[in-house]
């Protein structure tokens, strides 16, 4: 790629664009290693982009000012790079940063597409430039933007997945307008770009390691695989607390390994039949089914999760399994054959117990199909419950400290909320993801009833999905890391089944067909024979917002706790939190002016 002379200096800038509406806007130009003339931030979090290792992103975050800086590798420019962010990773409507050539001169400018997919210069320019500089290892552009900028083209940066996109430019671009992205090879990665601002706690003394990997797997040629392998822990394990833990990745593998999750089986089963193979293998023994409670998640991207210096999780001992499962996510588009992996998870663990035993409870939805999501929809919530009734039995005097979070869908999810509630007002979130991925799930730290919304786009599907625990079925989960541990395992709800029944003859009158009651028909076998339209559609929305719930209200043997648990009303929500207004928001409540277009006349200087 050519670039600008490298004497020419960041403040000089090029005219480079007309709209329609005559409106000149200013872009910077990149200058080849332009000399700083700002602090250099540190950049403590990286991540590859693409699974062939040409593109890598490092960021950190300025809370205090709300800005992330940002630094591209690219090992082999031609033309120039893309860089953008959308709701679910679309190419279209997308926020976009670029830098390209003409053949002569390198710009840089704040973009964004429309909704096929063409390339817009944005009036407001965002992306501040900060640096480039060009080595052994390729070429590096440093840049920054705030977290929300008010601009209607924009990406706001919240916490959560955010879904970056990417595409090398590989010849010239004169103008902007020929630019269209849905034509470019373009790629997508998933990255938790806002993290805990906090320090991480000192490791013990007498900290040991234990690695829980994959078994030298050779990748299936395949776009996506989950691999299961049963691991077991040493004989007669003593009590451990697991105060940390880590990924561990086979070098070469870092773009293809996408998220870890290491469970811990049923402490009622003598034994696990061994087994390494796909999850989705029709060999795989129904044993590992109640291999579930989880012990550690990593994902993409997530630094190593620590737990606070008075609790740890505990590993080995009375009570406990000596199996695990293993469960790792290769995401291979390129169809890379032959490649061997043994990633995994490093748990850290002391035989120093600490104060309090930490403990993981599941909230949101039963695995169950009578939740199901109807086909061809744009956006359908559920919601499931963890009652105050549930916490009132359960939970001590004092309740728990919740201090880690992981939301959990499958393919459909959209979104997934947990907040607290009391006394019918939402008082704290406890974690948000606007723009969730199954292929980003990570634990960020975190600072009555519990109610979490999960959201889920149906538009590609013509059956209704049920719920369950197969890929294509759904979930609506929250894994919450907590201390001092209880008996309580899982809190979770769903509709009452007999207002489910009322709603399939209530739908099957409607379409002039006779409801079957059958003792053989299944809940699935129900949604199946149902036609989607609007008014089913809606009528179903209305039962789960409305209908009384069946609460499971589980101790750790995954009994019932002592109660009635049918029927239960749903929590009602009077008041919802509203979010702290951005930087920009206030000073155009101060500035109300700023909010007009500036008219550009002819003889004004730019």
């Excluded at 390994?257 to 290491?262: D, K, L, N, R, S």
């Excluded at 009322?502 to 699935?524: A, D, M, W």
Aim: charged residues 20%; hydrophobic residues 35%.
């Amino acid at each position: 790629m050519r670039l600008l002379n490298k004497d020419l200096r960041l403040q000089d800038v090029t005219l480079m664009y007309l709209t329609v509406l005559a409106t000149v806007v200013v872009l910077l130009v990149a200058s080849y290693q332009a000399p700083a003339v700002h602090s250099r931030p540190t950049l403590a979090y990286h991540i590859p982009l693409d699974p062939s290792g040409q593109l890598e992103l490092s960021w950190n975050i300025s809370y205090p000012t709300q800005e992330v800086y940002l630094e591209l590798k690219v090992k082999e420019l031609h033309h120039g790079v893309l860089l953008g962010m959308s709701d679910q990773g679309e190419p279209t409507n997308a926020d976009l940063v670029l830098l390209w050539d003409d053949g002569h001169k390198s710009y840089f400018g704040d973009a964004w597409s429309d909704n096929e997919g063409r390339v817009m210069l944005d009036t407001q320019q965002d992306y501040e430039l900060l640096e480039t500089h060009q080595s052994t290892e390729g070429f590096f552009l440093l840049f920054k933007r705030p977290f929300s900028t008010c601009d209607p083209h924009d990406y706001i940066i919240e916490e959560g997945t955010v879904h970056i996109i990417y595409a090398m430019l590989e010849r010239p671009i004169l103008s902007l307008r020929e630019l269209n992205i849905s034509r470019l090879q373009s790629g997508i990665q998933r990255v938790l770009l806002l993290r805990p601002d906090a320090p991480s706690p000192a490791l013990p003394r007498d900290v040991r390691t234990l690695e829980v990997l994959a078994p030298d797997v050779i990748i299936p040629t395949q776009e996506t695989t989950y691999w299961c392998h049963i691991y077991q822990l040493p004989p007669n394990m003593p009590k451990n607390h697991i105060v940390m833990y880590e990924s561990v990745i086979t070098p070469g593998n870092e773009a293809i390994v996408h998220h870890i999750e290491v469970f811990e089986c049923s402490p009622q089963m003598d034994t696990v039949p061994q087994f390494s193979s796909s999850c989705d293998s029709k060999m795989k023994p129904r044993k590992l089914n109640y291999c579930r409670h989880v012990l550690a998640a990593w994902a993409m991207g997530a630094e190593p999760f620590y737990y606070p210096a008075d609790a740890g999780l505990p590993l080995g001992g009375e009570g406990s399994s000596r199996f695990l499962r293993l469960e790792v996510h290769y995401h291979n588009p390129l169809l890379i054959s032959g490649r061997r992996d043994s990633s995994g998870i490093r748990l850290w663990y002391t035989p120093s117990l600490r104060r309090f035993d930490a403990g993981i409870m599941e909230l949101g939805l039963v695995y169950t199909p009578v939740m199901a999501i109807p086909p061809r929809q744009r956006s359908f919530q559920l919601t499931g419950y963890c009652t105050a009734k549930c916490t009132q039995t359960a939970l001590p005097v004092g309740g728990v400290h919740i201090f880690a979070s992981q939301l959990h869908t499958h393919l459909a999810g959209l979104g997934v909320r947990t907040v607290l509630v009391r006394g019918g007002r939402e008082v704290e979130v406890v974690q948000e993801d606007k723009h969730f991925s199954t292929h980003y799930q990570v634990l960020p730290s975190l600072g009555d009833a519990l109610v979490t919304k999960c959201s889920y786009n149906t538009e590609d599907r013509n059956k209704a999905t049920v719920g369950g625990f197969g890929i294509m079925e759904e979930m609506c989960v929250n894994y919450v890391h907590y201390y001092p541990r209880t008996q309580l395992e899982l809190c979770k709800s769903h509709v009452d089944t007999d207002y489910l029944q009322k709603y399939f003859s209530l739908i099957n009158r409607f379409q002039g067909r006779e409801s079957c009651s059958c003792p053989g028909t299944t809940v699935e076998e129900q949604f199946s024979s149902l036609s989607w339209d609007g008014f089913s559609g809606e009528v179903l929305n209305s039962l789960y917002l409305t209908s009384p719930i069946s609460m499971h209200c589980n101790q750790s043997t995954a009994e019932l706790f002592p109660g009635e648990w049918e029927h239960q009303e749903i929590p009602v929500v009077t008041a919802e939190l509203q979010r702290a207004p951005f930087p920009c928001e206030l000073s155009r409540r101060a500035s109300p002016e700023n909010d007009n277009p500036t008219e550009v006349r002819p003889d004004s200087s730019v």
